[in-house]
């Protein structure tokens, strides 16, 4: 079971790593999250563990909505920034939970939770 899940994560990070367009501001991690993953921008990683800032764009939008945002604030504010892309949106997985708002908050708060805060 852990072998599986070890590569899954090797997996999602080859996806989301591989882009080739170039972009700046494209997700560069990936979490596991119930049945599918999602990719994030993380800024300022090194930032306090405690304060993270996460910013969630509508449907059907994904990270890149914030590039702006998060490239004028990053150097200003000292805290870890997160911009998840989510389920089936970006560069995220599918889900068999569908697409909704209440299946978008099981997958990020449940599935990632663990992750975000490593």
């Not at 882009?19 to 300022?44: G, K």
């Not at 509508?58 to 945002?69: D, E, F, H, I, M």
């Not at 892309?85 to 939770?113: N, P, T, W």
Request: aromatic fraction near 10%.
């Amino acid at each position: 079971m852990a072998s599986t899940t070890a590569n899954r994560v090797v997996t999602v990070a080859r996806h989301v790593l591989s882009e080739t367009r170039p972009n700046p501001f494209r997700p560069n991690r990936a979490a596991n999250a119930l049945d599918s993953y999602i990719a994030y921008v993380e800024r300022n990683p090194s930032e306090s563990k405690d304060k993270c800032v996460v910013f969630l764009h509508g449907n059907p939008t994904n990270s890149y909505l914030w590039r702006n945002v998060v490239t004028e604030i990053e150097n200003k504010i000292p805290m870890r920034m997160l911009c998840p892309d989510l389920i089936g949106q970006g560069r995220s997985g599918d889900s068999s939970k569908g697409y909704g708002f209440f299946a978008h908050f099981e997958v990020s708060e449940i599935g990632c939770c663990k992750e975000f805060q490593s």
